[in-house]
Structure formats: structure tokens, C-alpha cells
């Protein structure tokens, strides 16, 4: 069996039949087990970096720890094992991190939602994405009072779009905040007035988030 190469076709492979089920029928992991018996540690960072870069870690290393149980290889399963830990304490921080800065708009009376970081659950992608109708100099006041948030260089884009990040303190991942705009170049304003009014309570995490 050829070995996999970093982010290659062959990583790409492994990570789908990890993740998609065939057609027609149920998830069925053990047609992989030779490949996971085989992959090396360099193999495994590979498939690990890859499954990141999609925001399927959790989902990803969750399959490939139950064919390494299946297969009793305590070896591999230790690295899947250790790859979760990581990930779950990362999301862990965002989930808590995100829950206060809900919670700090709501008590000052602003509008707050979030928006695409929750789709990919149990995975969590790589920023945190919000929308308020909040005018941008009141919702830059409350992240720099309450969480000494730094303002990230804003390119045209961001400009165009109305979003601003931040960089908060203890906080790994950056902090998105579409502001009266969405769209690439901020075109849609009827539409983003309109996310607030439909937005619902969804409790994940052991929070409860707008979204």
C-alpha cells in the first residue's frame, strides 16, 4: 500500500471513507482498517492537518479510533485518542469564550447572533463568526471593555464586507463580527436585517447560543 503524502489525494481518500457512509446503506469502517493499520505517524499528522482544514477533527478521529478499537491497535488509537483531547479543550475555550461574548451584547441591551461556527458540530471551525445590528463603534466599545479585544488589521475586504476581527486575550481563534452587512462585498443589508428577527436558541455545548 502506498503511503499517504502530506494533504494528498491519498489523505483526502482515507478522511472521506472515514467520514462518508457508501450509497445506499450505513457507515461501514472496516473496508479502511488495512490502511489505518498501516498509516505511520507522519501519515496520521497528515490525515490530522487535513481533517482541520475541513473542521471534521472530531468526527474524523472519532471513526478512526473506533476501527483502531476494533482492531486492537492501542498504538494508534492513542494517537486518535490524544488528537481528540486537543481538539475538545480547544472547543471547549471557543464555546466558553463565545458564550461570554453573547452574553456581554445581550446585558448591554445589543442584538447578537451567531452565525456559521456552530454549523459544523461536534467540530468547531477556526474563527468565531457573529452579526449584530449593533452600529460597529458600540460593538469595537464592548469587545475592547469587556474583553480587552484587540482590533485585527482590516483588509479591503473586511471593509467591504462591514466585519471586523478581533484578537482576544486567552483566546486562540479570532473573533468575526459582521456588523448591519453581509456578503462579500457587504451587499446584502435587507437580508442581514433580517437575521436577528429568525434567529432561535440552540443550547450546545452546555451553552445556550442565538443562532
Not at 474524523?60 to 494517537?79: N, S, V
Not at 458564550?99 to 448591554?108: D, K, L, V, W
Not at 459544523?120 to 452600529?135: A, I, K, R
Request: glycine content about 8%; proline content about 7%.
Amino acid at each position: 500500500m502506498p503511503k499517504l503524502s502530506s494533504c494528498s489525494k491519498d489523505s483526502m481518500t482515507v478522511l472521506s471513507r472515514l467520514l462518508l457512509p457508501p450509497v445506499g446503506g450505513k457507515a461501514s469502517l472496516p473496508p479502511i482498517a488495512p490502511e489505518i493499520a498501516g498509516i505511520s505517524p507522519q501519515d496520521f499528522a497528515d490525515l490530522l492537518v487535513l481533517a482541520n482544514e475541513n473542521h471534521v477533527v472530531i468526527r474524523g478521529m472519532e471513526a478512526f479510533l473506533a476501527i483502531t478499537r476494533e482492531a486492537g491497535d492501542d498504538e494508534r488509537g492513542q494517537w486518535a485518542q490524544t488528537a481528540l483531547a486537543v481538539e475538545r479543550a480547544r472547543i471547549d475555550t471557543a464555546l466558553s469564550f463565545l458564550n461570554n461574548i453573547c452574553g456581554a451584547f445581550q446585558q448591554e441591551g445589543h442584538d447578537i447572533t451567531v452565525i456559521k461556527s456552530l454549523d459544523h458540530w461536534p467540530d468547531l471551525g477556526s474563527d468565531l463568526d457573529l452579526y449584530t445590528n449593533t452600529e460597529p463603534e458600540i460593538a469595537i466599545a464592548v469587545m475592547q471593555r469587556r474583553f480587552q479585544a484587540e482590533l485585527a488589521p482590516r483588509s479591503w475586504g473586511d471593509r467591504l464586507a462591514g466585519k471586523w476581527n478581533f484578537v482576544v486575550p486567552g483566546l486562540p481563534e479570532s473573533v468575526e463580527i459582521h456588523m448591519r452587512r453581509l456578503g462579500q462585498t457587504g451587499e446584502q443589508i435587507s437580508i442581514a436585517s433580517g437575521i436577528v428577527p429568525r434567529s432561535r436558541q440552540v443550547q450546545i455545548g452546555g451553552y445556550t447560543f442565538p443562532v
